[in-house]
């Protein structure tokens, strides 16, 4: 027979779930210490700022209360700003998204073409913004760019791109859905990838079409990935602010402030007029828009799957 050890009655025992959640939790403590010094802290900072008159060059800092989020509403370029950046952001993040998931469906499929070409539109996501904005400001140069050397071949006279205020925010559109459509794929295409295809070989034997398939059966088991990608596509959008910097500026940009985005409209605030306080008001307007926005699109992700589940 084995013998029998006793637990001494001072020894501590220790729950191996508890022992787990410790490790966990210290070894996720300097990302949490990182995470609230770079992101929580100077969220809470830029709050407290927008209720001060703070300005960089003076060391007066008055307490104005809410003056600054007032006088935001009766600024004309602040509300120029609202509305190129709601239409930028409409523009990129739905005509991006349908051309994403076309271009997914099309190429969902394990091959060495289609693999070739998940490449090919995946390479403008790692080129930095910089070198791509300045690519397509000479490509948009109504003197040698390559788009009016392209139509001059139909008979199209030499279009300034971006010297025309309307003409410019629809070319800086065109250029970010381009840099922005192979990410959006890929994540699309992972989405597909884990559909079983005995959905759509039940449907098959049912007689259904591949648009019904499409309609029925692969957009309901996309959401979670539609839901992820509508809302990283509309944060990004809103906090547009490099192409328009690079590609507006100089002599071939649009002129005054017609395609001045909100990002661009709180960096021209605070750090060409210095007038902290203020820019700080409007961030955290646009901290405002995007949250309402992401809980929008939360809650109708959230009652469409609800709404699946009961039919």
């Not at 996720?28 to 900072?45: A, D, N, Q, T």
């Not at 139509?151 to 070319?171: C, D, E, R, T």
């Not at 602010?241 to 021209?268: D, K």
């Amino acid at each position: 027979m084995q013998a029998i050890k006793l637990r001494n009655p001072g020894e501590k025992r220790y729950n191996p779930r508890v022992r787990t959640l410790i490790f966990c939790w210290v070894s996720l403590l300097p990302v949490i210490f990182l995470f609230g010094v770079l992101r929580v802290y100077p969220m809470f900072s830029t709050i407290r700022l927008s209720f001060y008159n703070w300005n960089l060059i003076k060391p007066v800092r008055p307490f104005v209360g809410l003056a600054n989020y007032v006088g935001i509403f009766k600024d004309h370029l602040f509300l120029m700003a609202i509305r190129n950046t709601t239409f930028f952001a409409l523009g990129t993040v739905l005509i991006g998204i349908v051309l994403s998931l076309a271009l997914a469906v099309l190429l969902n499929k394990s091959s060495l073409l289609s693999s070739f070409y998940q490449v090919i539109y995946f390479l403008p996501v790692i080129t930095p913004m910089v070198p791509v904005s300045v690519i397509f400001k000479w490509i948009y140069d109504p003197g040698y760019g390559l788009l009016n050397y392209f139509l001059s071949f139909f008979g199209v006279q030499p279009v300034g791109w971006l010297m025309y205020p309307n003409l410019a925010l629809i070319s800086i559109i065109v250029m970010c859905i381009w840099k922005n459509l192979g990410f959006n794929m890929v994540m699309l295409l992972v989405g597909l990838k884990n559909i079983s295809r005995q959905y759509y070989e039940a449907a098959e034997i049912d007689g259904t079409n591949k648009w019904q398939a499409f309609r029925y059966i692969t957009l309901p088991l996309l959401r979670p990935i539609l839901m992820y990608v509508f809302i990283t596509s509309t944060i990004d959008a809103f906090n547009i602010f490099t192409p328009v910097y690079v590609m507006t500026t100089g002599s071939q940009g649009a002129p005054g402030n017609a395609v001045r985005t909100l990002v661009y409209n709180i960096y021209e605030d605070g750090f060409r007029y210095f007038k902290m306080g203020y820019a700080s008001s409007q961030a955290v307007v646009l901290l405002l828009i995007v949250l309402t926005l992401t809980l929008i699109q939360l809650k109708l992700f959230r009652d469409e799957d609800a709404g699946s589940a009961i039919q």
